[in-house]
């Protein structure tokens, strides 16, 4: 959860506090949590997939316990803890959940868009989010373009970035039908919230396509990931996985032993880890200045800032690429390349991070539009920052981190090297 805003004392005084199972599992809660009654039956009619399939998961495996091996009944008792824990997380988002603005963009299918800040307390990091929600199941009054409703919010955390990666908002009249509570709600966002809901739409011409926008240029990429793509790139994980998969279920035509079927659903599992590895890769890294110089070694210079706390920290990192990957997109020495990256390695103290993680987008789509679009996206200053760089460093430059020693950086004397080793 995210603790941004300030709620006052007549708000708690009138709509009471957070449960005290919410503030367990949840320190610091929200400063203004959106202190809604869950209604099991209103979400479920709302989110029909997961509470029926774990509604019929664990009887499910209850009977392959008793017909198939008694192994299924471990698998049934998780999935029942695993059920227990998805009302109580339920329960927790609706009461504690941070409340923030929505309004309706479309009818047909219903679509809101929300507004958020997924700062971690340095920078403000505003985003609009437009998603899909079933409000048509929910028998609102009111389901009109501009209509305004509350959203209670989870935020969701990825490793390397200097705030949250994204906002799961979940609208009140889909967490309740306490019609007084969904008012509340509405009447403690404040009236700043509402018109920066407005002002941020229109100032991202009013996007229609589901997905997360933001509205400061370093923000994620959001790129449509082609996972046969990414296989390509880096193929060995994948195979394994392939084989781990397929293996099994090849030798369980000839030796039907039921652990043999168990190391293919850990197959598929992995596999599943993988992918979504990759989609979150494509989805939350950031935009970074990238160059070609060296063509025959493949190997590429990229620029970022690795600060974590508000300081400069410039820093040009060089990778080496596979011959045939530079090939794909017909690089030539000197040009510039597409580049998404999130952080690694954070500085014990926090100020810094010590590494940087980058991925070309030529190797997790094969649409030529989304590396145009990244090199447009990206401002003057990056590119001038990578040059300057390249300029105060010694040609040619071998595989690894290269802290920049500038005036305006904040790199304590002993850190500087060629290449830092992280």
């Known amino acids: 959860m995210n603790n941004r805003r300030e709620s006052s004392t007549d708000d708690e005084s009138q709509t009471g506090t957070v449960s005290v199972l919410t503030r367990w599992l949840i ?51 998780g999935w029942l803890l695993f059920l227990v824990g998805f009302w109580i997380q339920r329960y927790i988002i609706a009461d504690g959940g941070d409340l923030c603005p929505a309004m ?133 994980l994948p195979i394994l996985i392939i084989l781990l998969v397929v293996g099994p279920l090849l030798v369980g035509i000839f030796y039907p032993a039921w652990w043999v079927w168990w190391l293919s659903l850990i197959g598929l599992f992995l596999g599943w880890a993988w992918a979504k590895s990759a989609v979150m890769i494509a989805r939350y890294s950031f935009p970074c200045a990238g160059k070609l110089i060296d063509q025959n070694a493949g190997r590429i210079a990229i620029y970022a800032n690795l600060d974590a706390s508000g300081g400069c920290y410039p820093a040009i990192k060089v990778v080496e690429y596979p011959a045939w990957l530079i090939q794909l997109d017909e690089l030539k020495e000197g040009d510039r390349v597409a580049v998404v990256a999130s ?60 802290r920049l020693k500038w005036p305006e950086a904040d790199w304590p004397d002993d850190l500087i090297s060629s290449p830092a080793q992280s």
């Open 343 to 402: 952080y690694s390695n954070k500085e014990p103290g926090g100020t810094f991070w010590n590494d940087l993680a980058p991925n070309l987008v030529l190797e997790l789509t094969d649409d030529p539009g989304e590396a145009k679009r990244l090199l447009a996206r990206l401002p003057a200053e990056a590119w001038q920052h990578l040059e300057k760089g390249l300029k105060q460093l010694k040609q040619p430059l071998a595989p690894g981190l290269y």
């Open 104 to 236: 309706i963009v479309q009818v047909n299918p219903c679509r809101i868009t929300v507004r958020a800040d997924l700062t971690f307390g340095l920078d403000s990091w505003p985003v609009i989010k437009v998603i899909d929600h079933p409000l048509e199941r929910t028998r609102m009054r009111t389901l009109e373009v501009g209509t305004r409703l509350p959203v209670v919010a989870t935020y969701v955390q990825y490793d390397g970035l200097n705030h949250w990666a994204d906002i799961e908002p979940f609208a009140a009249p889909c967490m309740t039908d306490n019609q007084s509570a969904i008012d509340q709600a509405k009447r403690r966002i404040p009236d700043e919230e509402w018109q920066a809901l407005s002002r941020d739409y229109a100032a991202l011409n009013q996007p229609s396509q589901p997905g997360l926008y933001h509205l400061r240029l370093e923000g994620g990429c959001n790129i449509p990931v082609r996972l046969w793509r990414y296989a390509r790139s880096i193929p060995l």
């Open 27 to 77: 320190n610091p809660p929200a400063s203004n949590p959106g202190l809604l009654p869950l209604n099991p039956f209103r979400y479920w009619r709302c989110f029909p997939l997961f509470p029926t399939l774990h509604l019929i998961g664990p009887p499910t495996m209850f009977a392959l316990a008793v017909f198939v091996h008694w192994s299924f009944a471990i698998a049934t008792i």
